[in-house]
T-cell receptor, first 114, second 109 residues
Framework: ETGVTQTPRHLVMGMTNKKSLKCEQH?????MYWYKQSAKKPLELMFV???????ENNSVPSRFSPECPNSSHLFLHLHTLQPEDSALYLC?????????????FGPGTRLTVT | DAKTTQPNSMESNEEEPVHLPCNHS???????IHWYRQLPSQGPEYVIH???SNVNNRMASLAIAEDRKSSTLILHRATLRDAAVYYC??????????FGKGTHLIIQP
């Protein structure tokens, strides 16, 4: 148990659906992250939020829309996804967003797009 | 560009020490060296990190070369639960973690 929870743990959605992934951290951290892990590929950073402000967007398609309403919650809104978007989506948090701080990861949401 | 170089896989025996190497020759003065590991079907788990001096915690030790261009993660007494992919990451300022392919550690009973 890392103090970072993600729901749902598994999600199957069609290409025309709209769904949201939720992440919550109970560690009092100020920075939160979304990562994507596709089969047989390294984890890819998608978004970074610090104190609810987006500080990094790694050229992610607009069909992925993040939202950080407060420092404890992070959402990833999904719409009109493609089958190649099927992956494990991981949320992480850290005390701050600089290199000195370690990150704590949630268990991930396994997304399948049909 | 993962910015670090690690062996694809390593094998060790249970209850023996394991030394996982990492090269980061392009490291800058403000870059920290982070290690994470990922067990099958789980999210990555923080192991240890450091800047210049060697570091110890309950999970492992991190030995950093004097020129900081390489480091070694040391598991003092490996168990079967330590079998995982280990990632060495060079992390500077305001960005997330850039993961490479890591080292797949196999522990033999």
């Amino acid at each position: 148990e890392t103090g970072v929870t993600q729901t749902p743990r598994h999600l199957v959605m069609g290409m025309t659906n709209k769904k949201s992934l939720k992440c919550e951290q109970h560690l009092g951290h100020n920075a939160m992250y979304w990562y994507k892990q596709s089969a047989k590929k390294p984890l890819e950073l998608m978004f970074v939020y610090s104190l609810e402000e987006r500080v990094e967007n790694n050229s992610v398609p607009s069909r992925f829309s993040p939202e950080c309403p407060n420092s404890s919650h992070l959402f990833l809104h999904l719409h009109t996804l493609q089958p190649e978007d099927s992956a494990l989506y991981l949320c992480a948090s850290s005390q701050g967003w600089r290199g000195v701080y370690e990150q704590y990861f949630g268990p991930g949401t396994r997304l399948t797009v049909t | 560009d993962a910015k670090t170089t690690q062996p694809n896989s390593m094998e060790s025996n249970e209850e023996e020490p394991v030394h996982l190497p990492c090269n980061h020759s392009t490291i800058s003065g403000t870059d920290y060296i982070h290690w994470y590991r990922q067990l099958p079907s789980q999210g990555p788990e923080y192991v240890i990190h450091g800047l210049t001096s060697n570091v110890n915690n309950r999970m492992a030790s991190l030995a950093i070369a004097e020129d900081r261009k390489s480091s070694t993660l040391i598991l003092h007494r490996a168990t079967l639960r330590d079998a995982a992919v280990y990632y060495c990451i060079k992390r500077g300022g305001a960005d997330g973690l850039t993961f490479g392919k890591g080292t797949h550690l196999i522990i033999q009973p």
